[in-house]
């Protein structure tokens, strides 16, 4: 009978953790952005929003591919507390990125990471497209590697969304 309790108290206390350990979300990291207009803000401004960071490139094939469907993404969530943030990583020349948002007319936000901070600080990004998802508590709920799968994406948005803060 003894042994039993101890069994049962083990499974408990195992479960919890496997709990605690499977349902943590690692927060994003506090870093600083620089719009391509100058504008600057933290990581932690954006608390209490839906935030898509999308590490990309202008050389890269795939990041330029899935632009179309960022902005598909930020236009349809926009306007309930989501933002997309486009981080151009720091060996993609300022000139160049400045070209191509202009050019593109996208609508949503474009830093550059000219030291390499802010990849740094989301696990040294160096692959792109390389995307986080994080929820209204500064959360990171999402890292993809490569372009998303859009539908799965936006219901992820979608429950994130409606979560409360």
């Known amino acids: 009978m003894k042994l039993k309790l101890m069994v049962a ?10 709990a605690i350990i499977f349902t943590h979300k690692p927060a994003a990291p506090d870093v600083g952005f620089n719009t391509l207009q100058g504008q600057t803000f933290r990581t932690t401004d954006l608390r ?8 990309w490139a202008t050389t890269c094939t795939t990041c330029i591919k899935e632009m179309p469907g960022l902005q598909a ?3 349809k969530f926009n306007g309930r507390g989501f933002e997309t943030v486009a981080v151009a990583m720091d060996y993609d020349p300022p000139a160049q990125v400045a070209a191509y948002v202009e050019r593109s007319a996208l609508p949503f936000t474009f830093v550059l990471d000219r030291d390499g901070g802010i990849a740094h600080g989301f696990e040294s990004v160096r692959l792109t497209p390389t995307t986080y998802l994080i929820n209204k508590r500064g959360e990171i709920v999402q890292k993809i590697l490569g372009e998303p799968d859009f539908g799965k994406l936006h219901a992820l948005i979608e429950q ?5 803060v």
């Open 48 to 55: 209490g929003k839906v935030v898509l960071v999308n590490f």
């Open 160 to 164: 994130l969304l409606a979560e409360p």
């Open 73 to 75: 993404t930020h236009e």
């Open 9 to 18: 108290v083990a499974v408990i206390i195992l479960a919890l953790a496997g």
